[in-house]
Each structure stands twice: as C-alpha cells, then as structure tokens.
C-alpha cells in the first residue's frame, strides 16, 4: 500500500501514483472533446485510466446555464485504476455555472483553473452567483488558478485572422495544452489529430495547434503561483503486450463482430438511434468488410424484426438499443423466443422510467431483462462490467445465441458505453470458436424441425435449402414438426422444455473477485459497479474486515454454485443503481437475506459510499469502532494514494 | 425476377398437409388456389420461395404453402421480409397481410418497405373488417360500418390503400379482387416487377362483412363496373362502350361514351403503366361515379433496396481486409514491453 499524500495545502503533490481531473465547461465548449484527447495522451504516456463523461440531454442548451454544462472526468495514475474516482483533484472550470456545478464533487484542497474570461456579470448572473466566487472568499479551501483563458486564446490565434467567436472556439484546446503540461503527457498525438480532423481546413487546424501550443507554453514558461506545477506520473505497471483505449460501445461493437466470425456467421445488426445505444449503430456501420450489414430501421420494432429475419435466413442477428426501445421490441423477442432463432440484444441502460434520464446511467432494466415478456418467456441475460469486460461479453452472447437457438441480452449501460479504459488488445487466435451448424437434410426420415438436440436446442434451417421447406411463426407448435398445436398436454410440454433449455445452459462457476470463498460479508454486484465495489472491497479487506467481492457476469441463468457460495457468507449485500432489482432475484432464487444498497441519482458509486456502507457490517474492527460514524473521507486514505 | 433456373411444379407441390382453418366460403381461399396456381406457371422454386405474414385471417396464409414461411407478429411482417431479403437476396419474397395488419397497426412498416423499395410482393387481402377478432371496424371499413366495436356505424374515413401505397412511393401498384380469373395476371406481373410490388386484393369476409364488394365484384353487371388497365391499351369498360378521359382544364378524370368503338375520338387515353400522375388519379378514383380500376395500375421499376446495400457493402469494404487481429489493434496503440508475450 502506498504512503497517504498530504493533502494538497501546498498544491498537489509532486508525484502522486493517481489524480483525478475533471474537465468542465459548457455544452458547447468542447469538454467531452478536450477529455477524449486527454485520456488518448495519457494513456499514451503509458499510465492506466478510467473516465467518465457526464453530458446534459440537450444538444446545445442555453450557453452560460447550470443545465448546459457538460463535464468529462478522468481519473489516471501509474497503478491499476478501476474507477473514475470519487473526487477531483482538478477541476478545470470554464464558466461560473461549470464551477457551481461542479465544486461540491472537488476534493478539499483541490485545484480549480478558471477562465475569469468567462466570469462575467452576465455569465455570473445565468449561474445564479450574486458575487463572483473568484473573487469574494468562497473558494477559501481550494488552491484556485484564474486567469483570462479567453484573451490568451484570442492572442494565441491572432495570427490566423479568426474572429473573436471562432478564435474563442479554440479555448478547449488552449485548456488542454496547460493541462497537457501540467501532467507531462505528450502534445504530437493531439496535434496529429487536429490534422486528420481539419484535413480539409488546415487554417483551423493551425489555430487550434497554435491555442494548444499556447496553454502548453504558459504553464512552461508563465511563473505561476504556488498551486501549478509539473507533476510527473510514471507508467503504470501493465501486462507485457499491444494495448490501446477502448469505451464499452466500441468494446461491445467488436466483441459483436469477434463473436459473428467465430460463429462463422454473417452479422446482421438492425438499429434505432437512441442514447445512448447509437454509438454500437455507429461503430458497426464502418465494418462492412466484416461481412457486417448494418440496417437503420423506421423504428425501434422494425430494427429487432428485420433482425430476426435476418437470423431466419441464416445470419447472426443483432439489435441495440436502451431501456425505452427495448420495451418497444419486447413483442418481437417474445416471438424470437418463440421460433427459437439465434439473436443478439444489447440493452445499454440508462435512466428510466419512460425517457428518463437519456444520458445518465442506471442498472434498473434488470427485471426487463429478466422478467419483462408476456407468457413464460425465458431468456439468458448476461452483464458487461468495464468498457473492455464488454468485449468478451459480447463474444458469449453471440455464442449462447448460436448455441442453443435463443434471443440473449447483453447488459451494459451508459456508464460503461462512454466511459473509457486501456485495454490489452487480444489475440484472435486465442478465441474458441463456435461455428453455426445448419440442418441440411433431415436428420430422421421425416423433417422435424423443433426436435430439439442434447443442448436443448431445435435445429437452424435456412430457406433455400432444397428439400427442408416448413413454417414456424408465433403460434404454440408441436414439439417436433413445429406445425400449429394448441393442446394442453402440447403447451405444457413446450413451456417445460423452453425452461429448460434456457436453465440448461452452461454457464461457467462463478468465482470470487476479491477476497475469501467464505466470510462474514459478502459484497455481490453485476454490472458497471465493478470498480467502486472492487475498490471499496479492497480497502475494507486492508483495515481488516472480512468481506469479499463477488461480480455476477451470467444474470440469467446464474451459475449453478452461486447459491452455495452466498451460503458461506453471513451477510449478503448487493449494491447497484436501481431501487434492488438483483437483490430481489438473489433472494427468489436462492432464498438468501440479500440487503440492498441503491442509488438512483445518475451518478455511479463512489467508493467511499461503498465502504461506508461495508463498515456498518464491522462494528468493532480497530479503528472503525460505531461502523459508519467512524469511516469517513478524512480518515480514509486519501484516494490518490488508494487506486490500486 | 427472383428464380433464375425454372422449375417444374403442379399446384399440388405448393400445397401443405395443414388443414387449412378460414371460415368455409371465405374468399381467401380463392385467392390461395389463385397464388398456388401461379407459382407453378413462373417456374418459382418452392425452397427459394418465403411467405411472411403478420397477424389476421390473411396471415395464416403462409401454413397452408409449401414453401418456407414465418408467420410473425401483428404488423410487423414488412420489417421481417426486410431482414430475410437483405440476409439472402436469392429468396423470393411473398408478404401477406391485410387491412389491419398492413394500414392500422403495420401502417408505419409498410410505408417504409415501399420508400425503400425492398424486391418482393405484397398481397394486402382487404375484406375491410377485422376477421380474426370478430368483427371490429378495420381502417379501410367503410363510413357508416356498424360492428361490435362501432355500433351506431363507423365515422372516421376510411384509408385506401393503393393510394396509400402510391403515396409511400411505391413503384408497383395493382389490383385485384379473390375471385377474379384475372388475379394470376396481377400476381405475375407484381412478380416479374423487380422491387417492392403492392397488390391490393379486395377479398369477401363472408361472416363479419359479406358481400360488401359486390358493388364491383358481382359477376352481374361487373363489366360496366370493372375497368381492366393493360398496359398501352385504352382504358375501355363496359363492352368497350365507355372509357377514360382526362380532362385537361380540370386536370381530372372523367367518363366518356365511346360510339361505334372510336375511343380516339372520344379521347379515351392509353394506360401507361409509368405515368405516375395518371397512376395517382387513378388510386384516387371513386368508385360510383367511376367504375373500379383493377389490373395493374402502375409499374415503373427503379433500383432495389438490396442492391443498394449490397453495392455499399462492396463499396465499403474495397481493398479492406477483415483481419479481426488488425482490426482489434487499431487506432492510436501502446506497447508495454516485458518478457511474457509478444504483442500481435
């Protein structure tokens, strides 16, 4: 365990092992911008990472307002980062409503950078300050760094005649070269980048590497006061091999088109565009070459019909969407289910009920997954944890598609499918592959196109194939010929069986993330509450609790010795971003006392919430005598130092 | 179009060994013999042949041929058809649906299969009710319908759905009725029309709205009420002793007597089955004061859906590899060095 850093009176430390840093400013500054080219400088620079990119709903909201500002936080250091961080060290603010929403999350001690550019009367009054903050007191505990962020940027592209709206335009770019600077990453990437991306504009291009170069020189050069100086990270100790950044969109996109060619399948991926799913419509769309078809249907309905059409006439079907326009496809999956066709579902959650909260994260599609259907309507769900957890994901949905002739959720959410993380790229050779097996001729004397195999699963005929012609539809059907029947003895068998197989399905044990087979609590999660559970765990089990942590990846059906597991532990408690839906199915199942720990507010777990929360089951430990009363933020060590 | 290689078939080759389940004397009996009657003469391949269907009466359709088919879910049958087509373009696609199916709860669907013009026939079987849930009024019932759900008569307008049809941007339009001897000629030219083809079947409910075609349909009479379009003949009705004119003030139709057979002189027009404008006058043409224009109204092929996506996707992936190793490894990479592995 690393030594606790002081906290910053002094400005930061000078080589802390984890910072966290967020970018905030308003919708149309830039900042999800300047975050992404920051987090490719820095993983570039070879440190671990995780971000999380906090976006309004509204495309441009009313400039200056509290709800048009968008924000992008990265939390990098030279250990093992699992989260986006509890707290900023830095919070880089570009207008007074980005401050005021921003500051209560800013560690104490922080670091603020403010353009007083933008810190005007009327800027001021749209973020209901009455005084400017930056000048009456009020930011007394934080190190604070304002300067005309604005006017430097107006200077520094001078040169290439914009005028004051578009030169203002480069001021993201100005920001991230100063913070380029102040953590020693690189600017050639970024500069490269400008160039791709202004390829036909070169002026633009030019003034935004002249804006970068000139936030870059003034933290060299200015003589800043106290709080701004380089902090050198080292890289962080990684796996030997090939590695790049990946968010869960991308993540889940090629895990989609691994899992087609190892199914030795055509993908056909029919599409809606809704947030924040769009992103998998828009990744697949550029890889034709992999004998991807990418469908952008009239609607939500129209995206998993044509996809199961495609997976009747013998291709891997998929579709994506969020909570929202999974509701509008339920029907169609009921019939997917039905007709026992291969089909691939990716729900990346967002906040609900109804549209919600369309760009906030929330794990409450649970019972969707599970439950959501008319009739007996079994399916397998499984869950993504990280952004590159998504890939081999996606790889087991297609196969338990392909396998057993079902439809499949795969849960991600928006959390996972922005936010990004280094991945070690793998190695394709490595893959087990799963080819499709087509019926091309009856495998008795007569056609029996639902007599199901040793899996459970009704053999795939493709039409075309001479000699094989039959019908399958919505309409409960014989066990064998698959023709209409509606007798009782009929639907109870195929209700039985249609269980069955999905029960069936081989699902590998689950294991413990963290800690003991067996204990006094075990901490149980799915999803993207990976990290901070993973963390909180971590620091729990180092002041000596005896708490583990289990990640549940197979939803539905669950591993087989997950029951028993639970059984070697006293206490159960499941934390996740919804009022206890996985609790709730813990307890059906396996009849376990699971206790929740909910959150609904859009915002992932913190780890400190997390470990407060485990300290309540450790009454008595040293130093955590009174559980929750006694952990708090100040006698935790302080995050930067806790990111392992 | 869709079958390369002719095959020889009887009618009984496209009949199943399912009982088939419509009310006795229901008109869409009429129109499965009418359809297993005419594959056999396109030489069509019952393996490479799909019937998809939504839900209603009509939909049953797709048990009782023997070829491949997918009896789907309310509505949605164009989105399916959709798929299927895109994932194998070799299948001759047959759509069946009907009034409620394809206009009230798959409205939205069907106009998107038309506009993007996916290749395959669409037989609507309009009998202007709902059949299968006892009797309700259909979007295409008639003002004044009474049924259990509309007991004091039906009072919102009714759809058309040629025009309907039209108007989503179809680029074949044709009509018939269950027991026409002419519904063959429409099936086959809707089938050698390469492109979304609609055909707009009027089809006798006897149980929940009997007869209510026999305005038209009734073989008593029907030649002054039936006006067949061919394709560069003129449009002539009742024993050739009316026709269709166009007047060009009005920019509208209009009846004309025709006298010892000059329809020139009459300035009866010639069907062009590519004039779009006059193909909307036509969809729009009330019956009654106009007799019913059957046939095929309008066919004016333009490039398919499939071969739009098949052209991107070989566009898109010209001198590409699919190498999943490179493709995993793209973008801006790192390498951390070490002795355990080499990096792909």
Known sequence: MATAATAPQDGLPASPDAIVVRFAGDSGDGMQLTGGQFTLSTALAGNDLATFPDFPAEIRAPQGTLFGVSAFQINFGSRAINTAGDAPD??????????????????????????????????????????????????????????????????????????????????????????????????????????????????????????????????????????????????????????????????????????????????????????????????????????????????????????????????????????PGIALKTEAIGLGIMTELPLVIVNSQRGGPSTGLPTKTEQSDLYQAVYGRNGDAPMPVIAARSPSDAFEVAIEACRIAVEYMTPVMLLTDGYIANAAEPWKVPD??????????????????????????????????????????????????????????????????????????????????????????????????????????????????????????????????????????????????????????????????????????????????????????????????????GGEVAVNDQQLPSPIAEND | ???????????????????????????????????????????????????????GCSSRFPYYMETYGFHTIHGRAPAFATGAKLANPELDVWLVTGDGDGLSIGGNHLMHVLRRNVNMQIMLFNNEIYGLTKGQASPTSREGTKSPSTPIGSYDHPARPAAFALGAGARFVGRGFDVSKNLPEVLKAAHAHKGAAFIEIFQNCIVYNKDVFDDFAAPKGAEDRQLWLENGKPMLFAKDSKGITL???????????????????????????????????????PFGPFPMALGVLYDDPTPTFEDAVIEERKMASQGKEANLAKLLGKGQTWTVSGTAQDPI
């Open chain 1, 90 to 323: 830095v919070l880089v603010a570009m207008n007074p409503a980005a401050l005021k929403v921003n500051l209560a999350a800013l560690k104490p001690g922080g670091l603020i950078i403010a353009d007083t550019g933008a810190f005007t009367k009327r800027n001021l009054d749209k973020a209901h300050y009455e005084a400017n903050p930056l000048e009456d007191g009020s930011l007394a505990k934080f190190d604070v760094l304002a300067f005309d962020i604005s006017e430097k940027t107006i200077e520094a592209v001078k040169p290439f005649g914009l005028g004051n709206k578009d030169a203002l335009r480069s001021k993201n770019m100005w920001t991230l070269g100063l913070a380029l600077w102040m953590f020693d990453r690189p600017r050639e990437p970024i500069h490269d980048w400008l160039k791709a991306k202004f390829k036909s504009k070169p002026d633009i291009a030019d003034a935004n590497i002249a804006a970068l170069d000139a936030g870059h020189a003034y933290g060299e050069t200015a003589e800043l006061a106290g709080p701004v100086k380089q902090l050198t990270m080292p890289p962080v100790q990684s796996e030997p091999g090939l590695y790049r950044t990946i968010t869960g969109a991308e993540a889940v996109s090629l895990g989609l088109v691994a899992g087609a060619q190892l199914a030795e399948l055509p993908m056909f991926f029919g599409g809606y565009p809704i947030t924040p799913a769009s992103a998998i419509l828009h990744h697949l769309a550029r890889l034709k070459e992999f004998g991807v078809t990418t469908f952008q249907a009239e609607d939500e309905i129209a995206a998993v019909c044509a996809a199961i059409g495609a997976s009747w006439a013998g291709q891997l079907g998929v579709t994506s969407s969020s909570g």
């Open chain 1, 428 to 625: 394709p050779a490595g893959f087990k592959p799963f080819p499709a097996q087509f019926l091309t001729e009856p495998r008795g004397e007569e056609l029996l196109p639902y007599k199901r195999d040793e899996k459970g699963a009704r053999p795939w005929i493709k039409p075309g194939t001479p000699g094989m012609m039959h019908r399958i539809g919505g309409i409960e059907k014989h066990e064998e010929t698959g023709n209409i029947d509606y007798s009782p003895d009929n639907h109870q068998r195929m209700t039985d069986l249609r269980k069955a197989k999905v029960e069936n399905i081989a699902v590998p044990d689950q294991e413990v993330a963290l800690g003991e087979d067996s204990g006094t609590l075990a901490v149980v999660g799915w999803g993207s509450t990976y990290g901070p559970i993973h963390q909180a765990v971590r620091r729990s089990i180092a002041k000596g609790c005896s708490v583990s942590h289990i990640h549940v990846r197979h939803i539905w059906p669950m591993p087989k010795n997950l029951g028993e597991l639970l059984k070697g532990f006293d206490k159960v408690l499941v934390p996740e971003m919804n009022t206890g839906q996985f609790k709730t199915v813990l307890r059906d199942q396996f009849l376990v006392d699971a206790q929740p720990l909910t959150k609904t507010s859009g915002q992932p777990f913190q780890i400190a919430e997390l470990e407060r929360e485990i300290a309540k089951y450790f009454d008595g430990i040293e130093g955590n005598e």
């Open chain 2, 1 to 55: 179009m869709n079958a390369p290689v002719k095959i020889e078939t009887t009618l009984k080759d496209w009949e199943t060994d399912q009982e088939v389940r419509w009310c006795p004397g229901c008109g869409d009996y009429a129109i499965l013999k009418a359809v297993q009657r005419t594959l056999p003469q396109l030489g069509c391949d019952p393996a490479k042949t799909v019937f998809i269907s939504g839900i």
């Open chain 2, 247 to 285: 007047n060009r003030e009005t920019l509208s139709l209009e009846v004309v007597d025709v006298v010892d057979g000059d329809w020139e002189a009459a300035g009866v027009i010639v069907h062009d089955v590519t004039n779009r404008s006059i193909a909307h006058m036509l969809v729009e043409m």
